[in-house]
């Protein structure tokens, strides 16, 4: 446009020139009319440059337009992106829900709801899991057991574990931990072992017995439990004396050990006593001694 405003200018400035010349006939007409016509069309290119200049601002604006109008649409698309990512993720929180993991290992009971049944807060417990390996086992002891056990260092190190078909666990167990206090109706202190569990043999809820070394006595004088009479909390036995005499003796009896009693005051080591038959022996009778098989 600035071009054609130069060119106009010369070519006024050429009729400026040319109009007084005519007139004074120092040039010819023709000259003059061609300054004229030339001046005429630069103001048509003038024009015309406006006229362009005009249309590429209203493209400018048009596409200014469409650029406001792709923005608008790109803001569009980004908001029903959202809006599908957030279906998206309501779909994958909804299908969580139809699948229940537990927290922990181990065994699961027997279901209280199946697939397909709908569930919620309020429904209850859908079953029961337990972790059995290891696995806890709670016995009890006497108070006067749990002290004499617990002043030494080494006491229930290992235990054993009697199945409740009279078999032991093939696997020991360790002491886990003591209750907080005796129970005063009975006298007695719930502890707790643990036993390696691997196969899932024992489960919750089973019975057995535990057992543990709680003291080691060398040289330990043992009887059968049988041969112990009691009268008026005393112990007694049948001695048998070298003459085949029974003698009535009293006896300080310590620990059971299986089916034996430990004596610890009363006899000594190759004394022979009745076994079998202690309600009808009596002092001084003379018997025929046989050896005692156990049974």
Do not use: C
Not at 82 to 106: C, S, Y
Not at 152 to 181: C, H, M, N, V, W
């Amino acid at each position: 446009m600035a071009q054609a405003e130069e060119n106009q200018v010369k070519t006024q400035l050429d009729v400026d020139k040319y109009r007084p010349l005519a007139e004074q006939k120092a040039v010819t007409q023709q000259e003059y009319d061609n300054a004229t016509q030339a001046n005429v069309v630069s103001k048509a290119q003038v024009e015309a440059a406006k006229a362009g200049v005009e249309a590429a601002r209203a493209q400018l604006a048009h596409a200014k337009a469409q650029v406001g109008t792709a923005k608008a649409g790109i803001s569009t698309a980004k908001g029903q992106l959202e809006n599908a990512k957030a279906t998206v993720n309501t779909a994958v929180l909804n299908l969580g829900f139809t699948r229940i993991t537990a927290p922990i290992d181990g065994i699961v009971g027997i279901a209280t709801a199946q697939v397909g049944n709908l569930v919620n807060t309020t429904s209850g417990p859908l079953t029961t899991v337990s972790t059995v390996d290891p696995i806890k086992v709670y016995f009890t002891l006497s108070e006067q057991e749990y002290l004499n056990y617990t002043r030494r260092s080494d006491q229930l190190d290992q235990l054993e574990l009697i199945l409740a078909d009279g078999t032991t666990y093939s696997e020991p167990g360790k002491f886990y931990f003591a209750d907080r206090e005796v129970d005063p109706k009975t006298g007695a202190i719930r502890m707790a072992g643990v036993f390696p569990n691997a196969g899932n043999l024992l489960r919750p809820g089973q019975y057995g017995r535990v057992r543990a070394i709680t003291s080691v006595k060398e040289e330990a004088l043992l009887i059968p439990q049988r041969a112990v009479t009691e009268l008026q909390g005393i112990y007694q036995v049948a001695v048998v004396e070298p003459n085949n005499q029974i003698n009535i003796r009293a006896v300080k009896l310590g620990e059971k050990s299986g089916a034996m009693w430990v004596v610890e005051d009363g006899l000594k080591p190759g004394e022979s006593i009745v076994a079998e038959g202690t309600l009808k022996v009596r002092p001084g009778m003379t018997v025929s001694p046989k050896p005692y098989v156990t049974k």
